[in-house]
């Protein structure tokens, strides 16, 4: 029960500071889930800016990790957003799309 | 204390989840950084998809939940393996990058 | 005079057959830059799909070129449709920012 | 036959260029399909970037052309030399897909 809560209270407060951050800006005309959508492309074109003329090795080894915390953070603070317009959770979406992953690959044996 | 216990695990039940499914799979050598962020751009083109030809009112209305949760859920997924490769958190990488933007963009008085 | 002539004609032919294409099917009124830009995006990440697993050295030695084809022609289509609404010519724009490209990065000496 | 030999001239000027351009730099290491896909992609997601808040009537009357045509002229960039690294002309492939699109999309009638 007192795991249940934690859990809630820590994906909430992240929801409910980015609609209260938008809010506050009066940006919430703005955040149709199409804008949405495309805003999230374009913090995920950042990140991969990042590896585009690396390669897999140089990818492995990146230590600037200054640059990839940010776009990390953008990335997951827009697929927030997106999902909160739907009253969705992320990370209760990838656990259910890991178990149909886990039927639709099954491992080696 | 109980609170802080039950986030981590939380956030590490599906980091460790995705780690194990790699693993059993023998897919770990294509999960080099660069790698992660193409197929992570891959998986946002596809929730872009949902949207690309609704006004932004239809995509407001859009009540096909089923394939949008499909991707959040992989969008998820693959920011997670992302963020893994460097120890990182994303909840708590949008923490870091939300504190940033409410100095950006201070709200209107 | 007869080179300029055929390049008109080279070019004006595609934008003339998807300006009859989009009207023939009423799809006049999903075509704005904002959408065509989400659909442009969504071509390329199934171009980079076919990329994303490879290593550098097999993505050159990539032979099964059916479906690439298939993506570069559709990514052309898209940016035609756009640089179209505002009456570009994509090749034309090339050309300008290739100049500005060899004042940016000027060669080894 | 004239016709023919200016539309060459035309395509192959800039496939050309970029060729030169990119050895004169000592580039082509960097140049695999892979890393170009991923460039292309980052090119277009600065084109989505432009219309990302906009509504699409707005983005109908947008009018600061500068930015948009050097990203028209980017993607164009990275598309042809995508198409080069395989002996393809982006033209060419976009008629092609643009005739299967006339059989998969019959028109109304």
Known sequence: MLIYLA???EMNQL????RKFTKDR???GFHSPKNLAMALSVEVAE???IF????EEQSKDF?????LKDEIGDVMIY????ADQFNLD???MAKIKFKKNEKKHPKYI
């Open 90 to 92: 992320p990370i209760e």
């Open 63 to 67: 230590d600037c990790l200054n640059d």
């Open 52 to 55: 585009q003329w690396m390669t």
């Open 47 to 49: 990140l991969v800016e």
């Open 15 to 18: 929801k409910l500071d980015l």
């Open 26 to 28: 009066n940006w919430e």
């Open 7 to 9: 859990m809630e209270t």
């Open 79 to 82: 697929l927030t957003m997106i």
